[in-house]
């Protein structure tokens, strides 16, 4: 059974934030259910250049509700050091993203790592708290990564932190295909 697309009365401000698992999980289950209810979803990954994501696959499959873009390159990026490489792919990627998110087309913004590109000091802070203020009242906007910056926090509706308690990672285990990937 078809839906009718559906249109947000109000679009919020949500941040994902924390040292724990589950930021970009918890963005692209809200992106999947956006989108299965025929909203216009975008989500923009900063810092990430992989393929092997399962989300990419998943996100073909439901165009063209659904558009996962990354900008990164597939490496880490030095937090103390960003290569002038990591800077660009961030001022290309939040360029894109500024225009995608103030053209109104879309219900659903999703800027993944986008905290972790300013913590990094790959983005300016004043820049990504113009976009919040300048968003269309009908466009509701994540922002995910660890390190949220106070001023980003204070502008949301909502802040959810990650925490991380345990993780298997310390124990040995090895990320899995599907679950981490």
């Known amino acids: 059974m078809d839906q009718q697309p559906t249109k947000l009365q109000q679009g919020l401000v949500q941040v994902y934030t924390g040292n724990g698992k589950g930021k970009t999980t918890a963005s692209l289950g809200l992106a999947f259910r956006a989108a299965g209810h025929g909203l ?3 989500v923009m990954q900063f810092m990430k250049g992989s393929t092997v994501y399962g989300e990419l696959a998943s996100a073909r499959r439901m165009a063209p509700e659904l ?3 990354q900008v990164g390159r597939d490496t880490f990026v030095s937090r103390s050091h960003p290569d002038p490489q990591d800077v660009q792919y961030a001022r290309d990627g939040f ?3 500024k225009a995608l998110v103030l053209s109104g087309d879309y219900d659903l913004v999703v800027l993944d790592e986008l905290n972790c590109a300013v913590d990094f000091g790959l983005l300016p802070l004043a820049e990504v708290k113009a976009l919040i203020e300048a968003k269309p ?9 660890r390190g949220a ?3 980003i926090i204070e502008l949301a509706d909502l802040v959810t932190e990650m925490r991380e308690i345990k993780h298997y990672y310390n124990s ?3 990320a899995r295909t599907g679950i981490e990937s």
């Open 40 to 42: 216009r979803v975008y």
């Open 67 to 69: 558009t996962i873009e």
């Open 95 to 97: 360029d894109r993203a």
């Open 137 to 145: 009242p009908h466009t509701e906007l994540v922002l995910t990564g």
């Open 149 to 151: 910056h106070p001023e």
């Open 172 to 174: 040995g285990q090895h």
